[in-house]
């Protein structure tokens, strides 16, 4: 019967992230650098908004775009940190981590036959979504521009099928950010055209010296784009699913209704403590800043000593070395490394073929973790 299940379905495959991640279970003792997973416990008061919740009994269902109270929180949040200016009655929909909402969005906006443009290497929870909305991913290659999308190459690749755009920066798997001249490039092409852009910005509160920039922000831009953030990556708060969409109100109603049919709402102990996350907690993201800052410093130091390639990222929690001289392909040398030194990361070929040459390492971990990943790394090479 599998020949009878959806094409589409059958035409993609588990995120390669996660079929190395998986490769764990057989090798005792490994070291892991691959899950973009902080090693950061969820603050203790918002934990116990949660608990709270739970004894009082607000287990209930909630609107399906969410709490007012929380959207009302999150609207004062992203006020604050970004100069977004969102409705929370009418254009924020919370949504089941910013998974959902990148699933939900391509949902919304494509029909069969539709153009993406994404930068290649990006992460894989995009062209898997956009296949399955019946869309057609097209990257554009950036290892020559640092890994980031410029406005004259997304101007070059526009053409009539072409629906939408995304720009995931701060980016997974590079930790590139864009400037606010790049992205105000960006919307100088597209404020123009009858495109919609895609901005996840779930590491929006994890910039190292350069702070992040919307490109909602700026004029004909907020009509047009899908903000989609969260806060897995800021509160260390992974597994509570807890993202979030920000469109303007023509878009929203549309997407609520994809949302209403595939989730009702997300968990109501969920969003009250996101409620104490955004208002008490809107500052919970900056002592974790300073401690990844410090060990991307070590990572890139430690990298460099080695002899190998790496362009320093401005966010995130990544490190995207490549590995090109050393003549294997990214998942060979990534097999390799987990079976002589018992070290996991993931192979560039997971982010699309222009990741090749490259491996990603997760600095989202504790300093003796990265210290003995990058001992396992550093003899590995030495025999390269």
């Known amino acids: 019967m599998e020949e009878r299940t959806n094409r589409r379905v059958r ?30 416990a969820t603050p203790d008061h918002v934990k116990q908004a949660g608990k709270t919740a739970i004894d009082q009994n607000k287990t209930t269902y909630t609107a399906n775009a969410g709490l007012l109270e929380l959207r009302q929180a999150i609207a004062g949040y992203v006020a604050e940190k970004y100069n977004l200016h969102y409705q929370p009655e009418s254009e924020i929909i919370t ?107 779930i590491y929006s509160e994890l910039t190292y010296g350069q702070k992040h920039v919307s490109i909602a922000l700026f004029p004909g831009m907020k009509e047009k784009t899908v903000v989609i953030n969260g806060l897995s990556k800021s509160h260390a708060m992974t597994g509570w699913r807890m993202g979030y969409v920000l469109a303007d109100q023509p878009i929203a109603d549309q997407l609520i209704k994809v949302h209403q049919y595939g989730i009702s709402c997300i968990t109501s102990i969920t969003q009250y403590a996101a409620i104490e996350a955004l208002t008490t907690g809107k500052h919970d993201a900056e002592p974790m800043r300073r401690a990844y800052k410090e060990r991307l410093d070590y990572v890139i130091e430690r990298l460099e000593a080695m002899g190998i390639d790496v362009i320093r990222p401005s966010g995130a929690f990544y490190v995207f070395p490549s590995i090109a001289k050393f003549g294997m392909s990214s998942e060979t040398f990534a097999l390799k490394l987990l079976d002589e030194e018992r070290l996991a990361a993931v192979p560039g070929s997971a982010f699309s073929s222009y990741g090749e040459g490259y491996l990603r390492l997760s600095y989202a971990y504790s300093m003796d973790v990265l210290k003995e990943g990058l001992d396992r790394l550093e003899r590995f090479v030495s025999r390269l």
């Open 95 to 201: 949504t089941v981590g910013a998974s959902e909402a990148i699933d939900l969005t391509f949902r919304t906006l494509l029909e069969d036959g539709d153009e993406v443009i994404l930068p290649g290497p990006a992460y894989p929870g995009y062209e898997a979504p956009i296949k399955l909305a019946g869309g057609i991913p097209v990257y554009i290659d950036t290892r020559e521009t640092d890994f980031k999308m410029t406005a004259k190459q997304i101007a070059d690749h526009l053409n009539e099928k072409t629906k939408a755009i995304v720009l995931p920066y701060p980016s997974n798997p590079t930790g590139c950010v864009l400037s606010e001249g790049e992205v105000a490039a960006i919307a100088e092409v597209l404020k123009n055209k009858s495109v919609f852009v895609v901005s996840d910005e």
């Open 11 to 40: 035409a993609i495959q588990i995120s390669g992230i996660r079929q190395f991640f998986n490769k764990l279970k057989d090798y005792p003792g490994a070291v892991s650098l691959t899950i973009g997973q902080p090693d950061f």
